[in-house]
């Protein structure tokens, strides 16, 4: 496979967003940042993981459905832009920021949440942006279409 038919992308997503909230975990056992009562946080949490899972499944659904591989490190056959894709180029990000957001709930830290953002950060500028470029160099101007319709993130 030439180095042109995927994306480039080393970093992979779950792991970075694994590694920040074990380091937002990590930091609130040394300095405690609570938010929220601890009931609603756990309610509020558990809610949020279902969520990310449904949105994940549901997202997954629409690659099988078109064929094409959610692995960044083969080729894309498909610009999705059914479903979830209708009003996020990245929904399988934000069912991960989900993720961390219900157990930054479920821990009861605000550090989770500064994890997360600074995960999201790091995300875009070195997988999203690594993704689009592959994205337009393969699909030209459909690409473009799509990304002037429908936003980044939300």
Known sequence: MKENETSGVLLPPPVVYFVFLLAGY???KYLP??????????????????????LFGVVLLEF???????????????IITTGAFRYSRN???ISMVMLCIGI????NSL??????????IIITKFVIIKEETYLERKFGESYL???KAVRRWL
């Open 26 to 28: 990590w930091v609130d």
């Open 33 to 54: 940042l609570p938010f929220i009562n601890t009931n609603m946080s756990f309610i509020a949490g558990i809610s949020i993981i279902v969520l990310s899972f449904i």
């Open 64 to 78: 099988s459905r078109l064929k094409t591989s959610v692995d960044h490190r083969k080729p894309t056959n498909a």
């Open 91 to 93: 929904p399988i990000y």
């Open 104 to 107: 930054s709930f479920l821990i």
């Open 111 to 120: 550090w989770g949440f500064v994890a997360t953002l600074l995960a999201s």
């Open 145 to 147: 279409q799509y990304r």
